[in-house]
């Protein structure tokens, strides 16, 4: 009879040892194929039939077995390993804590990594403002050649210049002037003192441009409301500390000579002695850096070694 007419959802059935499977085997799982293989063809009374769903029409291939009356050895191992439901084992998971030993290692190196990125970036810090000072002494020099070049003379007040010296502005030890006195002529910001009406800058050209400090009563890498222009480590005692300005020299006796006064006593700088302690320059500014003293510091700032080399002091001259 013609299974595949009766039933055409059932491939046809076959006598295993005297047909052939399926040509077209292809089509099922893994598993036919792999009886093919395994199972020899015999002779016998007894036959088996081979039942599988059709695979273009169910995604999935079923394979049923009905009894055997005399199933070979081979049959039965095929059976057991391929068709038989495998037993799932069960896998037990143990957990394990950490000992105290283990965590105090693991508290150890993050301790040990969060110093190292808490310095790593305490030294980036301080070189991007050794950087930023540098620029801005740059500036404060350059500014001042500027003005001279516009108005034939320095941003100094011609009441100060009467005893022929140069003048300092924010010095440290003992300041006479605040560097706020030649810094607002150069941004054209009238004060109450010799710039009123900016009557330095009459033209109120803007020679220097620069940023306010973010904490009035710690100033530091910006300008004041006084015009006061405080380099990027600051004030350490607040508004009113002497420390953390820039200094500004001018030669104001335009005697091509700018004297280096508390700037001047470096023992491993070389100075031009003909008058004084000077550098050979129409003006000079610095920042003392970080520790705000003369070199290294050696106890109260500004007191230092005097020794620019290995210091954090940013000179324009050097």
Do not use: C
């Not at 999935?60 to 049959?75: C, H, T």
């Not at 390993?81 to 084992?89: G, T, Y």
């Amino acid at each position: 009879m013609n299974h595949e007419a009766r039933n055409p959802g059932i491939y046809p059935s076959y006598l295993l040892g005297t047909q052939e499977l399926r040509k077209d085997a292809s089509v099922f799982s893994s598993p036919l194929s792999a009886l093919s293989r395994h199972v020899p063809f015999f002779s016998f009374s007894a036959f088996q039939r081979l039942s599988v769903s059709d695979a273009h029409r169910a995604p999935n291939v079923r394979f049923s077995l009905s009894r055997f009356a005399f199933p070979p050895p081979a049959l039965r191992t095929f059976a057991r390993s391929h068709l038989s439901p495998r037993p799932i084992s069960a896998f037990r998971f143990q957990l394990s804590a950490f000992t105290l030993l283990e965590i105090l290692v693991v508290i150890a190196i993050i301790a040990v990594l969060a110093g190292m990125t808490v310095v790593g970036a305490s030294t980036m810090i301080d070189r991007a403002r050794k950087v930023q000072a540098k620029n801005d002494v740059t500036g404060i020099v350059n500014s001042v050649n500027a003005y001279y070049t516009d108005y034939g003379k320095y941003p100094v007040d011609p009441n100060i210049t009467i005893s022929n010296n140069d003048v300092e502005y924010g010095n440290p030890d003992s300041p006479s002037h605040s560097n706020s006195e030649v810094m607002n002529v150069l941004r054209a910001i009238p004060d109450s003192g010799a710039n009123s009406n900016n009557q330095l800058n009459p033209r109120q050209i803007q020679f220097f441009a620069g940023s306010l400090v973010r904490n009035a009563n710690q100033p530091k890498g910006g300008f004041d409301a006084n015009g006061e222009f405080w380099d990027p480590w600051g004030s350490p005692n607040g508004a009113n500390s002497t420390l953390g300005h820039y200094i500004i020299i001018i030669d104001a006796n335009y005697d091509g000579i700018t004297q280096a006064y508390t700037l001047g006593n470096y023992s491993d700088l070389t100075y031009d002695m003909s008058i004084g302690k000077g550098v050979r320059t129409g003006v000079i500014a610095a920042s003392l850096g970080k520790d705000q003293s003369y070199g290294t510091t050696t106890g109260t700032a500004p007191n230092g070694n005097y020794k620019y080399s290995g210091s954090d002091d940013i000179l324009s001259w050097q």
